[in-house]
């Protein structure tokens, strides 16, 4: 039996189109999607323009907790180094139990902002003497727990991370809660995919460069089959590109493109410090590059040639990473006002119509290939994920279907998310979703607990 699902306005491959009849099956799968229909009898009406969900590519759960907290000066040249510190102190005290808590509340506010699907790059393994648990996938099976606490589908990314620099040098006692050899991870890999259950997805993640060798991400890639998105961070800051320039002699990226077939089922997540050699060759790759604007903007770390990789082909993705901001259309906004910055000029990134229309298609359907999802557009074959935003909003007054995503993107927030669902079915109602007030006493609790002077 199926529901129907119709939209004065809805955004879809082709674009915008006007009274739009969505039909979903009992699987939660869009079997139809006609525009120009009247509503049939019995169709839910959604109160306002419709979109595709957007998959939040790149998340690192934990952090939510010190969003905010790390906006003093410490001595010297404050950097993405010295947060690094910060956060590694804030990762020496948690718990499991505090790990889900925080992730859960998390996703409740990830799927309140419009997010339909998240990437969780996962490496927060071990106890706090860096030993394993009694189950030695706890960590990333509480995480797995929260997600489908708040009903937000989740590739679940572990990561491999070995070492502490380039040329395999020892890690810090700071990252012992972080570290497997290529076996352990192989191990935990299988664990964990015999728990994951529905909607829930694994993929695998290597640290960085630096956290692992060659020889292992090999090792790691044999044991898989291409079903498994693979994520890496790569060339986030200068300091990285330099360390790599001097132990190999390449760049990050041109040394992972040179030694491993890289496709469209990776996804290199920042890529911010690459030259126009690289540029090209990733987007000819196939390969999507995960952006986290405010996070990266947060560190200092710089910004993605998005106008000259978006042009030569390349897909793209957004993610919240250190979830500094929870938020979709601040995302997207930073994305686009990163490289008006960068040229001095207006209205960088399209293909020739409207920027915000242009980029949600963009990072909606790079986020869901890149996390292996089956979602990013309004068509059939897709899970019935997508977004309402509020119709009798007093700023979409007066808009054209085509003028409704900018809108939201360059001048609106979170507050203008009224429904979501996801497989159709509705879990973020009137801006709220029905677990909110549990998970913030939840988190609230962790808060007070960890960050109190």
């Known amino acids: 039996m199926y529901q129907h699902f119709h939209s004065q306005a809805a955004l879809l491959p082709g674009g915008w189109a006007r009274d739009v009849l969505i039909s979903v099956d009992g699987n939660g799968v869009i079997r139809s999607v006609r525009a120009e229909q009247a509503a049939p009898t019995g169709a839910s009406i959604l109160p306002g323009p419709v979109l595709a969900g957007m998959t939040n590519v790149h998340s690192h759960a934990f952090q939510r907790l010190m969003a905010g907290l790390a906006e003093r000066p410490g001595g010297g040249e404050d950097s993405f ?19 889900q808590a925080i992730a859960h509340y998390l996703y409740v506010d990830m799927l309140k902002a419009g997010y339909t699907a998240v990437a969780e790059f996962h490496y927060l393994h071990h106890d706090a003497d860096g030993r394993a648990y009694a189950e030695p996938a706890e960590m990333g099976l509480r995480v797995a727990a929260a997600a489908r606490q708040a009903g937000l589908p989740i590739t679940l990314l572990p990561v491999l991370y070995s070492y502490g620099g380039f040329g395999e040098r020892p890690a810090s006692a700071a990252q012992r809660r972080f570290l497997n050899d290529d076996a352990g991870f192989v191990e935990l890999l299988e664990r964990l995919r015999a728990r994951l259950d529905g909607g829930q997805r694994l993929g695998v993640a290597f640290h960085s460069l630096r956290a692992v060798s060659a020889a292992q991400m090999r090792r790691v890639l044999a044991v898989l089959d291409d079903s498994h998105p693979v994520h890496i961070h790569i060339a986030e800051q200068q300091g990285e590109v330099d360390e790599c320039l001097a132990w190999s002699a390449q760049r990050p990226v041109a040394y992972l493109l040179q030694r491993f077939a890289i496709d469209a089922r990776w996804c290199l997540i920042h890529a911010t410090h690459i030259d126009d050699d690289e540029c090209d060759a990733l987007a000819r790759s196939g390969a999507c590059v995960g952006l986290c604007p405010t996070t990266e903007a947060s560190l200092g770390d710089g910004l993605f040639p998005a106008q000259r990789f978006l ?23 930073w994305l686009e006002y990163g490289q008006r910055l960068w040229s001095q000029r207006r209205n960088r990134l399209h293909d020739g119509g409207d920027v915000g229309s242009y980029l949600y298609r963009q990072a909606a359907g790079g986020g869901a290939r890149a996390a292996g999802q089956p979602t990013g557009a309004l068509r059939a074959g897709a899970r ?29 927030d979170n507050g203008w998310v009224r429904e979501v669902w996801i497989a159709g079915r509705c879990v973020v109602a009137d801006g709220r979703h029905a677990q909110e007030e549990e998970a913030g006493r939840a988190f609230a609790a962790v808060a007070e607990d960890l960050i109190r002077d």
């Not at 910060?86 to 139990?97: G, I, K, Q, S």
């Not at 042009?311 to 906004?333: N, T, Y």
């Not at 019935?384 to 939201?408: N, T, Y």
């Open 311 to 333: 042009g030569a082909g390349g897909a793209v993705a957004i993610g919240s990473d250190s979830h500094v901001s929870l938020s979709v259309a601040e995302e997207l906004r």
């Open 384 to 412: 019935a994920d997508f977004v309402v935003l509020d119709g009798d909003h007093p700023m979409l007054a007066g808009c054209r279907p085509a003028q409704s995503a900018s809108r939201w993107l360059f001048s609106g």
């Open 81 to 99: 180094w010295s947060w690094r510190e910060r956060m590694y102190a804030l990762v020496a005290r948690l718990t499991p139990e505090q790990v």
